[in-house]
């Protein structure tokens, strides 16, 4: 997610007055709908993913800080299909979650997930992103 930037001056800075940097970073609780967004994650298949970067974006499905726009799109050289990749997501999520699994949710985030085998030096693989990235904004 992108925060919107916004520059005010610090009542507390130095006398040259610099800007600085404000976040207001959208939520559904500012009442703000969120932008279109896709989560790409290289080395889908790894230990990092399964055990932080999931349960990390279930629990943001969970308290409804991600779009309705949204997708993750899994790059890895395992070759699987996206039915495959949503079911080992599915059993991380089951396995790693840190509070009780709800259903719906779960079926939300698993339907936005999709994936690609190729190897990163290709530059086929980067096509089929594109192309994959394309279909879901």
Same mark, same amino acid.
């Given at each position: 997610?992108?925060? !919107? &930037? @916004?520059l %005010?001056a610090?009542s507390?800075?130095?006398?040259?007055h610099?800007?600085v940097?404000?976040?207001?970073i +959208?939520?559904?609780?500012k009442?703000?709908k969120?932008?279109?967004?896709?989560f790409?994650?290289f080395g889908a298949i790894?230990?990092?993913?399964?055990?932080?970067?999931?349960p990390a974006?279930?629990?943001?499905?969970?308290?409804? !800080? &991600? @779009?309705e %726009?949204?997708?993750v799109?899994?790059?890895d050289?395992?070759?699987?299909?996206?039915e495959?990749?949503? +079911?080992?997501?599915?059993?991380?999520i089951?396995e790693?979650?840190?509070?009780s699994i709800?259903?719906n949710v779960?079926d939300?985030?698993l339907?936005?997930?999709?994936?690609?085998?190729?190897d990163f030096k290709d530059?086929?693989?980067f096509?089929?992103l594109?192309?994959?990235?394309?279909?879901?904004?």
């Amino acid at each position: 997610l992108t925060p !919107h &930037l @916004s520059l %005010e001056a610090d009542s507390n800075a130095s006398e040259s007055h610099l800007p600085v940097e404000k976040t207001d970073i +959208l939520s559904p609780a500012k009442g703000k709908k969120l932008p279109p967004t896709i989560f790409i994650i290289f080395g889908a298949i790894g230990d990092l993913t399964k055990r932080k970067l999931i349960p990390a974006l279930y629990n943001l499905a969970v308290n409804q !800080h &991600l @779009s309705e %726009e949204f997708a993750v799109i899994g790059v890895d050289c395992v070759p699987m299909s996206t039915e495959d990749f949503r +079911l080992k997501i599915n059993r991380d999520i089951h396995e790693l979650s840190s509070r009780s699994i709800e259903s719906n949710v779960c079926d939300w985030l698993l339907q936005r997930l999709h994936y690609i085998s190729g190897d990163f030096k290709d530059l086929h693989t980067f096509e089929k992103l594109n192309e994959i990235g394309r279909a879901h904004v």
